[in-house]
C-alpha cells in the first residue's frame, strides 16, 4: 500500500472512531475548571476562566500566544497552583498539590519541548522516577517487559533498550504518551504535539488519538492548526487575553469562527494579496551545492524582492541547505553568489557580514539566548554597532529593540524581558526583529511560523511581504503546504535531499506538491 493510500486509510478510520463515539456527547463530565484565576507581577495570566472535559472528548483549547493556554495546562498538571478557582475530577473537588499528585489522578501532560532523557534507553525514561525493584535492586526486565506492554499500545514496534537521543521526534512523541499511559493517564494533554512530526509520524499519532477515545481517554489538544483542530476535535473552547471567549462543538468550528474568537476580529486577509512578481536581479544563486549528507548536488536562485518557498517532508534536506548557506556546516563542493560575486560562507559570521540571515527552525536552541532580554537577543548579532570605543550604549540598543516591537507587534511587558519568559510565538518574532534591525539582503526563514497563532501567523506573513517589496530576496521553508502556496512567488520541492522540481506559484498545487514530495 501506497503512503498516501496509507494516509487516507488513517483518515478513514478516524472518521469512523468518531461516529463510534458520536454518543460522547452525553458521556460523563470527568473534569471541570470553574473560575480559574492566575495573577503574576504585572500581569494577569488567567481570569475566570472555566471548562469542562468528557469521557472520551477531544477538546482543542485556541487561542493566541500568550491568551493563558500554556498557564491553564500548567495548572491542571500540578505545576502551578491558581490563585482562585475550583477544579474537580470525577465531580470530585481537588487541590493540585503537584505534578505527582495529577499523574496519581491520571492527568499527564505532553509538552510541546519532549522532556525525554536521552542518555536513558526508553524503559528507562518510561519508568524515570517510578522504577521497579526487586530486593533492593532495580528490575530492569519487569521494567523492559512493561514498557514492551506500552509501547504496542501505541504502536512503537522497537526495541526497548533503544536509547532516546537515536529517537525521531515522532518516536519520542509516542514514548511520552507510552510514558503517561503506563501511569494510567485518564486525561491527556497534548501541547502542540505535531509541529516537529513529519506527515506520516502525525498520522500515527492522530491513529493513536482515536484509539485511545474509544478506550475512554479524555485528550485536551492545543495545536495552532487549523485543519488538525477541524479533523480531531469534538468541541473547542477558546482563550483571549486570559479569558473565555467561546465553547464549540465540532459542527460548529469554522475556521472563520475559530479566528474570530481568537484575535477579536474578523481575520479575511489571512495571507496577502497575490501579485506578479516580476523582478530579474538575482540576490542569491547556488550552483551545484554539495551539502554534508547528500548524493546530489543542488541548484537555485532567488530574485531581489522574491518570495522563493521550500516545500518538502520533515528530512527532505531544506533545513541542512538554508545551514550550509549560512555557513553552519560548510558545503563539500559547489558554486555561491551573493549580488553577482562569489561567496563562500565557512561560517554563520560570514554570511551575516555580507547581510545573508537565517531564523533557523529551533529558536529556543539556535536563534535565542533565553536568559537574556528582548533588547540584548535583538542588538547581539549586529554587537559592534552598540559598542563605539568598547562602551555600550544602551539608549541606542533600547531604541531600536522598542523599533523592532512595535513593528511586529511583539507582545512583551518591555524590551527588558527575559526572552525565556515569552511565549513561543513571541520568541519567534525576537527571532526575526534581531535580523530584520539589520536590513537583510537575503533572509531565509526556517518554519518561521511553527508554534505561532494565527493572529500572529498574519502579522508575519504582512511582515514578510513587506520586506520582499522592499527588495529583500526571501527563502520560506515550510512544511505547510496552504502557507507555501500563500506566500511564495515561486516553489521549490524537496524531496531525499535533492530538488524534485521548481514551478512557479499558478503552476502548482497541494496536489502536485504532495505527489513530489513522496515521489510519486
Do not use: C
Amino acid at each position: 500500500m501506497g503512503q498516501t493510500q496509507k494516509a487516507q486509510r488513517t483518515k478513514i478510520d478516524w472518521g469512523e472512531s468518531l461516529s463510534a463515539n458520536a454518543t460522547q456527547s452525553a458521556s460523563p463530565v470527568i473534569l471541570s475548571m470553574r473560575g480559574i484565576t492566575k495573577r503574576y507581577p504585572g500581569v494577569i495570566a488567567l481570569s475566570d476562566v472555566s471548562l469542562d472535559l468528557r469521557r472520551g472528548e477531544v477538546l482543542a483549547v485556541m487561542g493566541e500566544n500568550g491568551a493563558g493556554k500554556s498557564t491553564l495546562m500548567k495548572i491542571l498538571s500540578g505545576a502551578v497552583m491558581p490563585d482562585m478557582g475550583t477544579i474537580e475530577v470525577d465531580g470530585k473537588p481537588v487541590a493540585l498539590q503537584s505534578i505527582a499528585h495529577a499523574t496519581l489522578l491520571g492527568i499527564a501532560l505532553v509538552h510541546q519541548e519532549l522532556m525525554l532523557a536521552n542518555n536513558l534507553d526508553i524503559a528507562a525514561n518510561i519508568f524515570l522516577g517510578a522504577e521497579s525493584a526487586r530486593l533492593g535492586m532495580l528490575d530492569k526486565a519487569a521494567m523492559h517487559r512493561e514498557s514492551r506492554k506500552w509501547l504496542d499500545r501505541v504502536g512503537l514496534h522497537i526495541s526497548t533498550r533503544t536509547p532516546a537521543g537515536l529517537l525521531t521526534a515522532g518516536q519520542m512523541q509516542m514514548v511520552e504518551i507510552a510514558k503517561a499511559l503506563s501511569h494510567k493517564a485518564r486525561i491527556l494533554i497534548l501541547d502542540e504535539p505535531t509541529s516537529s512530526l513529519s506527515h506520516s509520524e502525525s498520522e500515527q499519532l492522530f491513529r493513536i488519538m482515536a484509539e485511545l477515545k474509544l478506550q475512554g481517554v479524555s485528550i485536551i489538544y492545543i495545536s495552532h492548526r487549523m485543519e488538525e483542530v477541524q479533523r480531531l476535535a469534538d468541541s473547542v473552547t477558546v482563550l483571549r487575553d486570559g479569558k473565555n471567549v467561546g465553547h464549540m462543538d465540532r459542527t460548529e468550528a469554522t475556521k472563520e469562527k475559530i479566528v474570530s474568537m481568537m484575535v477579536g476580529r474578523a481575520l479575511n486577509n489571512w495571507y496577502p494579496p497575490k501579485r506578479n512578481f516580476t523582478g530579474q536581479t538575482v540576490a542569491l544563486k547556488v550552483e551545484n551545492l554539495h551539502v554534508v549528507g547528500t548524493k546530489s548536488p543542488v541548484s537555485f536562485d532567488v530574485r531581489a524582492g522574491e518570495i522563493l518557498g521550500f516545500a518538502g517532508l520533515v528530512g527532505a534536506g531544506r533545513t541542512e541547505l538554508v545551514e550550509t548557506v549560512f555557513g553552519v556546516t560548510p558545503p563539500l563542493g559547489g558554486h555561491i553568489e551573493l549580488g553577482g560575486r562569489h561567496f563562500t560562507p565557512t561560517a554563520p559570521r560570514d554570511a551575516i557580514k555580507r547581510g545573508i540571515y537565517l531564523a533557523p527552525e529551533d529558536r529556543k536552541r539556535n536563534g535565542l539566548v533565553l536568559g537574556m532580554s528582548v533588547a540584548k537577543n535583538i542588538s547581539l548579532p549586529d554587537i559592534n554597532n552598540y559598542l563605539p570605543r568598547w562602551m555600550l550604549r544602551p539608549s541606542v540598543e533600547q531604541r531600536v529593540a522598542q523599533q523592532q516591537v512595535d513593528q511586529l507587534r511583539i507582545k512583551t511587558p518591555s524590551t527588558r524581558q527575559l526572552v525565556g519568559m515569552l511565549s513561543g510565538g513571541t520568541q519567534q518574532k525576537v527571532v526575526l526583529g534581531k535580523w530584520l534591525a539589520m536590513k537583510p539582503k537575503v533572509l531565509m526563514l526556517d518554519e518561521p511560523t511553527r508554534g505561532v497563532d494565527v493572529g500572529a501567523k498574519a502579522e508575519i506573513y504582512r511582515q514578510i511581504r513587506e520586506l520582499a517589496d522592499a527588495g529583500i530576496a526571501i527563502i520560506f521553508v515550510s512544511s505547510e503546504m496552504e502557507e507555501i502556496l500563500g506566500m511564495a512567488d515561486r516553489v521549490v520541492i524537496m524531496r531525499d535531499r535533492k530538488i524534485a522540481g521548481i514551478y512557479p506559484r499558478d503552476e502548482v498545487s497541494q496536489e502536485v506538491i504532495a505527489a513530489k514530495m513522496i515521489g510519486e
